[in-house]
């Protein structure tokens, strides 16, 4: 039997919704405190630089009004810097960011940016925040997450969820690599029941962070059900 595996309910698509009428109906802090009732570990919230699902004013509602810890994802951008030093979340989770994707398509290149992540990273960490890396699943991004002394990276699972061979496996090495050198390791994207079990048993994975399915499920089957549907087969995954 191994551990039980932390659910973080990533809620920006609540946020494409409302956004799309441009009022206030769904709202993400209910959607984060109906996840809370269901049992998640977390809540996550990309706030992204041109602001298309979760605003600003949600982060301050988040932090004020949710007993959860928050995962802020976010680029390493200036701004970013002072909203996370300013409201700081629990955790802050480093991804890239283009303007154009509809989603974050890739891990962040630690290896590249590492000498201007050294002095983001370590800001964050200064002020209390638990920092985290979203990175592919890749030994020499892993060495250089391990440089930069952050306790936590997040695995890119987007490229398994689309099927491509020979992913699991590469997500399995970089799962005990990262336990190897002592960082905890996340998982997520693209998670859904399907395709979520095979993550789930990776015995070094600690967290896994979903959101799209789960909000594109609670359409038919309410968030808290989709959510404890999750948790379900995440528990069987472990033998739990
Ligand atoms: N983890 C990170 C770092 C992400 O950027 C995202 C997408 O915002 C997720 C997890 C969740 O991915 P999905 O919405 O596909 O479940």
Redesign the pocket.
Known sequence: MQEKLRL?V?I??VATIRNARGGVHPSPINAALIAEKAGADGI?A?LREDRRHISDEDIYELIEKIQLPLNL?MAATGEMLQIALKTKPHAA?I?PEKRQEV??EGGLDVVGLKASLREYTSELAKSGIRVSL?IDADKKQIDAAKELAVPVV?L?T?AY?HGIAGELDKLQQAAKYCAELGIEC?A????TFNNVAQIAVIPQVIEL???????GEAIFCGLETAIKKMRGFMDEARGL
Do not use: K, R, S
């Open positions: 973080g990533n920006d698509h996550t990309h994802e989770c991804v989603t974050t979203f997040e890119h987007g969820a996340h997520g994207h693209g998670l962070n979903i959101g799209h399915f789960l909000i």
